[in-house]
């Protein structure tokens, strides 16, 4: 049975989906299938799991979320703008002219924005700098990384990961959004990424696997994540475009926005469950 947190948590994971549609449909462009699968992880981090300050986004003792994935960039920006880093109106200037709200996130034109991303692969290379550079500062911080699974077929973040292991990096939360679908299709029959789990075993990480809808079991695994020395990575199985039924396990969604006529269903789906 759902918590009265995970219910709280989920509501605003739907408002996010909700401002990701608008956003994309808006612009014309942009990434909606990926987004909505991260959502449910991102409306956690943000609105439960982080300390963070959006009156002062530099605050030295911030926790750090580097989105390696960059292109699902709105579900960040949706929440981003609910945290309060930027009035919630600006999403609609996703990709426009002008707009601080590029594609892919950039360090210093989006407050809140760690890193710039959307190289795909080295996200959690800089997410072990970042780690890194708590450790040896003495900081209590915690840095989270959120990896696509098409991502996975890049070698880097197997550099990433030897490094993480090797240096100790226990304030370090690796999250693999697996929604089993990249720009081409099928992860497994574009690259095989599996046996995942015994993967990132293997390179010394702590792993656990879950429902990356479930916020319960979201919340359970960054729990038990905090209570080891070693870096972590939380394996979530998604849906590609959760929460709008025509674009759920759907690859034709991962870089198109929603025509007209998709988008009123889109947004009346979402409207009912937020």
Not at 156 to 178: H, P, T
């Amino acid at each position: 049975m759902a918590t009265e947190l995970s219910i709280k948590l989920q509501k605003k994971a739907n408002l996010l989906r909700y401002h990701v549609i608008e956003m994309t449909t808006a612009a014309g462009s942009g990434h909606p299938g990926g987004s909505l699968s991260a959502a449910d992880l991102v409306a956690t981090l943000y609105f439960e799991v982080m300390n963070h300050d959006p009156k002062n986004p530099q605050w030295a003792d911030r926790d750090r979320f580097v989105l390696s994935k960059g292109h699902v960039a709105p579900v960040l920006y949706a929440a981003l703008a609910e945290s309060g880093y930027f009035p919630v109106e600006d999403l609609l200037s996703l990709r426009k002219i002008g707009s601080k709200l590029q594609g892919h996130p950039v360090r210093g034109k989006v407050p809140g924005v760690e890193m710039s991303t959307g190289s795909l692969g080295q996200g959690l290379s800089m997410a072990c700098g970042i780690a890194l550079a708590g450790k040896m500062d003495s900081k209590d911080y915690w840095t989270y990384c959120l990896l696509g699974d098409g991502e996975m077929q890049s070698g880097q973040n197997w550099e990433a990961a030897m490094f993480a292991s090797q240096y100790g990096l226990g304030k370090l939360i690796a999250f693999v959004d697996r929604n089993g679908l990249q720009i081409e299709g099928d992860t497994e029959k574009v690259m095989s990424i599996e046996p995942l789990a015994d993967k990132w075993l293997s390179f010394g990480w702590d792993v656990y696997e879950v429902d990356g809808h479930n916020i319960d079991h979201i919340l359970g695994a960054i729990s038990q994540a905090k209570t080891t020395d070693s870096p972590s990575v939380i394996i979530m199985r998604t849906v590609k475009g959760k929460g709008v039924s025509f674009m759920e396990n759907n690859a034709g969604f991962h870089g198109r926005a929603c025509k007209p006529e998709e988008y009123e269903r889109a947004i009346k789906e979402l409207k009912e469950v937020l």
